[in-house]
């Protein structure tokens, strides 16, 4: 088995593992699963892919057949996600996934990442216990809309780095971005932030979307930030907001 770096030609056998590894995975039906693939793995889509410098597609090859993919990115912030990771069906049981999952973190980290998110549909069982089973440690939840429909997708971040993560703010303050903890935002999640490591003091948030800080809620309950538009619907509801 050879993972190397995906290809222009490998765009085809891409959106065909996908395909086949939703309909096995996923309890989504035929046409969220076409839309779902031609929203994420349109072909110009992915030739933008495999052109970000920041975004990292990997492929499993067997006896010259690509049998697998993962999808992640890592971010300026230090933080790498992996987005996705689809073996065939056919060839599952095969170490392809761990194979993957390995050099795949391996990359990131050579990238800069300093801690791994992973993500995963609430109802891919056998996706939550791969996560569980290398230590990921589930912080929150997620929603993604898949052709129109939402869907909960639970969040792991590597047991090592579920506490805080230093940043270092303009003006050279110190604040620390919580990952145990995250609200979900209408493109991302939203972490508190906190002045000190005890978490004694909130400083504002952090958009996981566009690594914005200081976005501030206000007497409703509503995070907004103003660099993406990321947000977080009011907890507390009044007219204003119907």
Request: charged share 30%.
């Amino acid at each position: 088995m050879d993972i190397r770096t995906a290809e222009p030609a490998d765009r085809p056998a891409i959106r065909d593992i996908a395909r086949r590894s939703l309909e096995a995975s996923y309890s989504l039906g035929p046409h969220a699963i076409i839309g779902a693939i031609e929203e994420w793995y349109e072909e110009d889509r992915l030739s933008e892919t495999l052109g970000d410098d920041h975004c990292l597609l990997l492929v499993a090859e067997m006896d010259g057949q690509v049998v697998g993919f993962s999808e992640s990115e890592y971010t300026d912030s230090g933080e790498g996600n992996i987005w996705w990771l689809h073996v065939d069906p056919a060839y599952r049981g095969k170490g392809i996934g761990s194979a993957l999952f390995d050099a795949t973190e391996q990359r990131l980290h050579e990238m800069g990442a300093s801690h791994l998110h992973g993500r995963v549909l609430a109802d891919n069982v056998e996706g939550n216990a791969f996560y569980e089973d290398r230590d990921f440690q589930k912080v929150g939840e997620e929603t993604v809309e898949i052709n129109g429909r939402t869907h909960t997708e639970n969040l792991y971040v590597e047991a090592d780095h579920t506490g805080m993560t230093e940043v270092t703010l303009d003006d050279g303050t110190l604040v620390y971005v919580s990952h145990e903890e995250a609200d979900t935002g209408s493109l991302d999640a939203f972490h508190p932030v906190y002045t000190d490591e005890d978490a004694g003091e909130r400083y504002g948030y952090f958009c996981a979307n566009c690594e914005t800080l200081a976005n501030a809620m206000d007497a409703m309950g509503r995070i907004e930030c103003d660099n993406c538009g990321n947000v977080r619907k009011p907890t507390r509801w009044d007219a204003a907001y119907l």
